[in-house]
């Protein structure tokens, strides 16, 4: 079946640092990739759309000068949180759409970010 | 606003049916019914979905009502790995390069029990 790989799958790092994470999709092509961030015993909440060369669409609320989004590729997209801080902390994860539009979103397995 | 309406927890018996109604009144004709799955620490996996006939696959059978606003999720032989939070969403399912985002709830939390 589809896979998105997410990685890293765990990151812990001083308030501050820029932390980059890469999703891919590993057997299909994504136009479309999604951005999630998580909290504790909360449900999943949307932060951006990535569309392969173009800019990303960010939901409201979201700071597109903190959370930097590149997809560069049909198989790839990044997510940079820039000068994270203790705030930042939380699962983000990513989801990749098939260009092939009927075939459902897959979801990569998450990255849990630690901001000391 | 919320777009489906799921109870927050349920529980079930091993071996037993797990039956996950959802609630979607205003649901758009062209909006499909996805259910997705989260085991804790874990990303949401797909488990199926349909637009008004019913759908079956490895994992799980989707009945939608006539009308479309309401569906219920089986999985007719619940084990202990299938407790996680169940998410029915709702989404136009566009195709080519046009997308519809999914919008999770709060969804339902299944505790599968020996």
């Known amino acids: 079946g589809a896979v998105v790989s997410q990685h890293p799958s765990r990151v812990i790092c001083k308030s501050g640092t820029s932390v980059k994470i890469e999703c891919r999709s590993l057997d299909f092509q994504a136009t479309t990739m999604f951005w999630y961030r998580q909290f504790p015993k909360q449900s999943l909440m949307l932060m951006a759309t990535?569309?392969?060369?173009?800019?990303?669409?960010?939901e409201q609320g979201v700071e597109k000068d903190k959370f930097l989004i590149n997809h560069a590729s049909l198989t790839l997209s990044t997510l940079t949180v820039t000068s994270a801080h203790p705030e930042d902390s939380s699962f983000y994860i990513c989801?990749?759409?098939?260009?092939?539009?009927?075939?459902?979103?897959?979801f990569g397995d998450g990255t849990r970010l630690s901001i000391l | 606003d919320a777009k489906t309406t799921q109870p927050p927890s349920m529980d079930c018996a091993e071996g037993r049916a797990a039956n996950l109604p959802c609630n979607h009144s205003t649901i758009s004709g062209n909006e499909y019914v996805y259910w997705y799955r989260q085991i804790h620490s874990q990303g949401p996996q797909y488990i199926i979905h349909g637009l008004k006939n019913n759908e079956t696959n490895e994992m799980a059978s989707l009945i939608i009502t006539e009308d479309r606003k309401s569906s219920t999720l089986i999985l007719p032989h619940a084990t202990l790995r299938d407790t996680a939070v169940y998410y029915c969403i709702v989404r136009v399912n566009a195709g080519g390069t046009s997308y519809g985002k999914l919008t999770f709830g709060q969804g339902t939390i299944l505790t599968v029990h020996p």
């Open positions: 990535s569309n392969e060369g173009s800019k990303a669409t960010y």
């Open positions: 989801s990749a759409r098939d260009v092939r539009g009927s075939q459902p979103q897959h």
